[in-house]
C-alpha cells in the first residue's frame, strides 16, 4: 500500500474526527481546534464536503442524519414536491437517508463548495453527461457497494436507501485517492444580529405540492421546523431546525428533462442575484443575494449593502419562488381570546 500524502493524511485524520463528533452528538470536533467551520461558524473541523440527495416526501419522513448536516437546501422538484440538498463537512451521522436520485439545481448549488463529494441514488439518462462534466467527486450509488449504499427493511422502496457517510468518504479519500475539497466560506458571514429585522412568531413556506412551517423556539434559540404542519422530528425523536433560516427568493422554470410522467424538472437559479429573508433571532429581516457565477461565493447583504449576518450553527435554506406568510406577534396588551367550549 503507498504511503499517504500529508493532505490525505489529514483528510483521514478528520474522517475519524467527523465520525466521533456524530456519534456524541456534541456538534464539536473532540481534541479539534481546526475551526470555527466555516459553514456554521461553529468550533469543529472543516472536514470534506458531502453533498448527499434526501427524499422529502411524505412517506420519507422521519428522514435520518439530517441533524448533524451543516446546510440543508429545500429545493423543488417534478409535481411541485420537493427535495433536500444536505451538505456535511463538520461531522457525520453513522447514517443518512432516504438517499434520492440528483437534480440539475444540484449542479450549480455544489459549484459553491469547490470540488465537493456528491451521494444520490441515480439521475435520468438525459442528465448523467452533466454529472459526469461537473467538478465534482461522483459517488453515486450506482458505483458504491451495498456496504455502502445499503436497504432498510423497516422502509418500503424507493425511500429506503440509507447511506454510511463514513464508510464512502474513507474509501474515496483513503483507498481511491479522490480529490474532494474541505470545507471553506461560500458567502455567508456570522455576526450580530441586524438592527432592521420585525419580530415574526413564525412563517408558512409553500410549494405547489409541499409546505414547511417555521416556528421560532425561544427556550431553544432555534427554528423548529414543521413539514406539511406536522412537527419534522428526525430519526432520532428531534425536531429539525436551526438558528438561522433563509428563504432564497429565486427564479424556477421548467429544465430539459422530465421525470418518466413526462413531469419537468424544475430549475431553481442560484446564480444571479434576488431578494429574500433572514431568519434569527426571533425575527424576519429583508436581505439580497448576488452571486455572479457558478463558481462565485454568494454574498447576502442588508438594503444599505452591509453584510445580512448569520447566528452560528446550522444553516437551512428555502429555494422558492412564492411568497412566504409570516405570522406576527400579537400586540402588547391583547387579550387572550375567550375558550370555547
Known amino acids: 500500500m503507498k504511503a499517504l500524502s500529508k493532505s490525505a493524511f489529514l483528510i483521514a485524520c478528520s474522517l475519524v474526527l467527523l465520525t466521533a463528533c456524530g456519534s456524541n452528538g ?30 422529502d416526501t411524505q412517506p420519507a419522513h422521519p428522514q435520518i442524519g439530517l441533524g448533524k448536516a451543516d446546510v440543508v437546501y429545500i429545493e423543488q422538484v417534478e409535481g411541485g414536491l420537493t ?79 440509507l447511506l454510511d457517510p463514513q464508510a464512502l468518504l474513507t474509501k474515496a479519500i483513503v483507498t481511491e485517492k479522490r480529490s474532494i475539497d474541505t470545507a ?45 404542519h406536522q412537527p419534522d422530528l428526525g430519526s432520532d425523536g428531534i425536531q429539525l431546525g436551526s438558528p438561522t433560516f433563509i428563504i432564497q427568493n429565486v427564479s424556477i422554470t421548467n429544465s430539459i428533462y422530465h421525470d418518466h410522467n413526462n413531469n419537468y424538472t424544475p430549475f431553481s437559479n442560484t446564480v444571479g442575484s434576488g431578494t429574500g429573508y433572514l431568519l434569527r433571532d426571533g425575527q424576519s429581516i429583508p436581505l439580497y443575494w448576488n452571486r455572479a457565477t457558478p463558481t462565485a461565493a454568494t454574498t447576502w447583504t442588508l438594503k444599505d449593502g ?17 411568497k412566504p406568510t409570516f405570522t406576527m406577534p400579537a400586540p402588547t396588551g391583547t387579550p387572550a381570546p375567550t375558550p370555547t367550549k
Not at 454529472?131 to 425511500?159: C, F, M, V, W
Not at 452591509?306 to 412564492?322: E, H, K
Open 83 to 161: 427535495r433536500l440538498a444536505a451538505v456535511f463537512s463538520s461531522q457525520l451521522p453513522p447514517f443518512i437517508g432516504p438517499i434520492r436520485s440528483a437534480r440539475i439545481s444540484d449542479i450549480d448549488l455544489m459549484a459553491n463548495y469547490g470540488r465537493p463529494a456528491f451521494a444520490y441514488s441515480g439521475a435520468q439518462k438525459l442528465f448523467l453527461p452533466v454529472i459526469k462534466a461537473a467538478n465534482i467527486e461522483d459517488l453515486g450509488a450506482e458505483h458504491e457497494p451495498p456496504s455502502i449504499y445499503s436497504r432498510d427493511p423497516s422502509r418500503q422502496d424507493p425511500t429506503n436507501m
Open 26 to 55: 456534541s456538534g464539536k470536533s473532540a481534541g479539534a481546534h481546526s475551526g470555527p467551520n466555516a459553514l456554521t461558524g461553529m468550533p469543529g473541523i472543516n472536514g470534506p464536503v458531502l453533498f448527499v440527495k434526501i427524499d
Open 184 to 228: 471553506k466560506s461560500v458567502g455567508w458571514k456570522f455576526g450580530p444580529l441586524p438592527k432592521t429585522g420585525v419580530p415574526i412568531v413564525s412563517v408558512d413556506l409553500k410549494w405547489p405540492a409541499s409546505s414547511y412551517q417555521v416556528t421560532w423556539s425561544a427556550p431553544q434559540k432555534r427554528w423548529l421546523l414543521s413539514y406539511r
Open 306 to 322: 452591509s453584510p445580512a449576518y448569520f447566528s452560528p450553527g446550522q444553516v437551512w435554506i428555502a429555494l422558492t419562488d412564492q
